[in-house]
């Protein structure tokens, strides 16, 4: 095996991994490279070296030539398709980022215009997320809150499934000025939460451990819903404006009960 044979080869490579990043099929791929070899012929003698068989190499020919690849002369049974320089490959690529370019930047133009049809059909949407990863996740989603979170939680569960996450999670979200309500079981650590209410923009309410249990957390904001498992490590966010207005009428209710039984005890 020569040298010059595997920089060949090398190169050959390197060649196809271009044209299928750009979009050519594998055929195409090999019909070009062997009329970019032969540099002429008729479809039989392409598609042979290509290895297709007939049909498909008219097809694909057609094809390269209205990519302007590929040029066609004569009438059948004698037509022959002759490679054009490598340097329409090149303008070819030009042109195709040119329009993608072109299409991204019209896109971004009618996002607002997509958004809003998207959303007129308010229809109701359920995003699962799974591990550390995806409880991570579902609290970042809640720093987008444009409103109150209310809340409710046990601080030991949260804290040790993801207790470097947190100290910081609720600095990020205070400085985002995004105030949280929460309902949590009155425990240490809930007790050490509470004394930085005012810095992290939060406010707790105490509710006896051992009456309510409270093993996931539920956020509710905006229009969501966040359910996050401790013990499955897994993570859901419900889009639905009327599940998040009834739940926070329903937290409302709760917040008030424990209100009341928090202030009982001091």
Same mark, same amino acid.
């Given at each position: 095996?020569?040298?010059?044979?595997?920089?060949?080869?090398?190169?050959?490579?390197?060649?196809?991994?271009?044209?299928?990043?750009?979009?050519?099929?594998?055929?195409?791929?090999?019909?070009?490279?062997?009329?970019?070899?032969?540099?002429?012929?008729?479809?039989?003698?392409?598609?042979?070296?290509?290895?297709?068989?007939?049909?498909?190499?008219?097809?694909?020919?057609?094809?390269?030539?209205?990519?302007?690849?590929?040029?066609?002369?004569?009438?059948?049974?004698? @037509?022959?398709?002759?490679?054009?320089?490598?340097? @329409?490959?090149?303008?070819?690529?030009?042109?195709?980022?040119?329009?993608?370019?072109?299409?991204?930047?019209?896109?971004?133009?009618?996002?607002?215009?997509?958004?809003?049809?998207?959303?007129?059909?308010?229809?109701?949407?359920?995003?699962?997320?799974?591990?550390?990863?995806?409880?991570? @996740?579902?609290?970042?989603?809640?720093?987008?809150?444009?409103?109150?979170?209310?809340?409710?939680?046990?601080?030991?569960?949260?804290?040790?499934?993801?207790?470097?996450?947190?100290?910081?999670?609720? @600095?990020?979200?205070?400085?985002?000025?995004?105030?949280?309500?929460?309902?949590?079981?009155?425990?240490?650590?809930?007790?050490?939460?509470?004394?930085?209410?005012?810095?992290?923009?939060?406010?707790?309410?105490?509710?006896?451990?051992?009456?309510?249990?409270?093993?996931?957390?539920?956020?509710?904001?905006?229009?969501?819903?966040?359910?996050?498992?401790?013990?499955?490590?897994?993570?859901?966010?419900?889009?639905?404006?009327?599940?998040?207005?009834?739940?926070?009428?329903?937290?409302?209710?709760?917040?008030?009960?424990?209100?009341?039984?928090?202030?009982?005890?001091?």
């Amino acid at each position: 095996m020569s040298i010059e044979w595997f920089y060949m080869k090398e190169g050959s490579e390197k060649i196809k991994e271009l044209l299928k990043n750009a979009g050519f099929l594998d055929k195409e791929i090999e019909v070009y490279l062997a009329i970019l070899e032969m540099g002429k012929g008729t479809v039989a003698e392409i598609s042979r070296k290509a290895g297709i068989n007939r049909s498909t190499g008219y097809v694909i020919l057609d094809s390269l030539a209205g990519r302007g690849l590929v040029s066609i002369s004569g009438k059948e049974p004698k @037509q022959e398709y002759a490679a054009e320089d490598p340097e @329409q490959l090149s303008f070819f690529l030009k042109k195709k980022l040119q329009e993608q370019q072109e299409l991204i930047s019209s896109a971004e133009e009618l996002l607002p215009e997509l958004t809003t049809i998207y959303k007129k059909g308010d229809r109701p949407r359920v995003r699962f997320y799974e591990g550390k990863e995806g409880l991570k @996740q579902v609290y970042e989603n809640t720093l987008t809150a444009t409103e109150d979170i209310y809340a409710c939680s046990t601080y030991e569960n949260m804290h040790s499934v993801l207790p470097n996450y947190f100290p910081q999670y609720y @600095q990020r979200r205070a400085k985002k000025k995004i105030f949280a309500h929460a309902i949590v079981p009155e425990t240490p650590l809930a007790h050490e939460r509470r004394t930085k209410d005012t810095e992290e923009m939060r406010e707790i309410a105490f509710i006896p451990p051992d009456t309510f249990l409270i093993p996931t957390e539920i956020d509710v904001y905006d229009n969501k819903v966040m359910i996050a498992s401790w013990r499955e490590k897994l993570g859901v966010i419900i889009e639905s404006q009327e599940i998040a207005d009834t739940l926070k009428s329903i937290f409302k209710l709760a917040w008030a009960e424990a209100k009341r039984l928090d202030e009982e005890k001091k």
